[in-house]
């Protein structure tokens, strides 16, 4: 049996925001697997864990560059250690002239990104030497472009915590600023139901299995309770099944607002900083009061 380790159970309690006792209970049964174990708490938590499993986790930025003619345009996010540094002047030029690197140069990776002439030196000359400059690490974690069927249309929101791109084909300007703020608020999974990752319904299948189990429903009818849940869930977490978050009925579905408005989405993306990364857990005051403590001379 794999050996169920504190750090484990921290991660998966800020993953989940389950009690402490319960993550480890679950990584017990699920042999370590952290995977596995937020699937065990979903069943005895319900949707709780998914929503939590979103919180962000780590410091930064979103960045946004579209090109002057509208064709492309690229989000990328850039990760910093504190909250403080991901306001830094230097932190937020960097981020930015980098993401314009994305669409003028359309690099294949992070690795290729880091390797573009940038002033004087590269994109990772210019992080090294922001590093040396803040005291704080810097990365540049990952970037997503896009070369646009229609319109693209940007939204960045909670001080570029969150950023999304989507790229509307008809309809007018205010429909592509509503989608990109739906986007951003809702973090759909795909485009359409059948654009759904199987891993993701494989997942939500199995948790839907258990729960009908554990609520002691007659066999013949679990099968029915899970195709439901499934369906559910994938109206959920597929942008045109989602209710668009500005109906004013509650209703209105973003598949309807299209056609309505004569458009279609022929892509998006969104990134959230942080997400999936573990944020350090440090306590400013005491780190200030230990760099203060360092500082005076000793008789």
Do not use: W
Not at 74 to 95: H, I, M
């Amino acid at each position: 049996m794999a050996a169920v380790t504190a750090s484990l159970v921290k991660e998966l309690r800020e993953k989940t925001d389950a009690p402490m006792m319960e993550c480890k209970k679950a990584l017990t049964e699920a042999d370590g697997d952290l995977a596995k174990a937020e699937e065990i708490l979903r069943v005895k938590l319900g949707s709780k864990a998914r929503k939590a499993s979103s919180r962000i986790t780590a410091e930064g930025i979103v960045a946004v560059h579209i090109s002057p003619d509208g064709k492309t345009a690229a989000l990328l996010e850039v990760n910093c250690e504190t909250d403080f540094v991901a306001k830094n002047p230097d932190f937020l030029a960097l981020a930015n002239q980098a993401a314009e690197l994305v669409v003028e140069k359309n690099p294949a990776d992070i690795q290729a990104l880091s390797a573009l002439p940038l002033g004087e030196g590269t994109v990772e000359s210019a992080r090294v030497d922001l590093v040396g400059r803040i005291g704080e690490n810097l990365s540049l974690r990952r970037f997503a472009r896009l070369e646009a069927k229609g319109k693209l249309v940007s939204y960045i929101h909670g001080g570029a915590k969150i950023g999304a791109l989507v790229d509307v084909v008809g309809g007018d300007a205010s429909l592509g600023k509503d989608l990109a703020m739906h986007i951003a608020a809702s973090k759909p999974a795909a485009l359409g139901v059948g654009d759904v990752p199987i891993e993701l319904i494989e997942s939500e299948r199995r948790v839907a299995t258990e729960k009908a189990k554990e609520s002691g429903k007659p066999e013949a009818m679990i099968e029915k309770i899970v195709e439901g849940s499934v369906a559910k869930f994938l109206r959920e977490v597929a942008l045109l099944g989602q209710i668009f978050v500005k109906s004013e009925d509650g209703k209105q579905t973003v598949e309807q607002l299209l056609k309505s408005r004569g458009a279609s989405v022929a892509g998006f993306c969104f990134y959230v900083v942080g997400e999936g990364l573990e944020k350090r857990a440090n306590d400013f005051a005491a780190e200030v009061a230990a760099q203060a403590a360092a500082a005076t001379p000793t008789a």
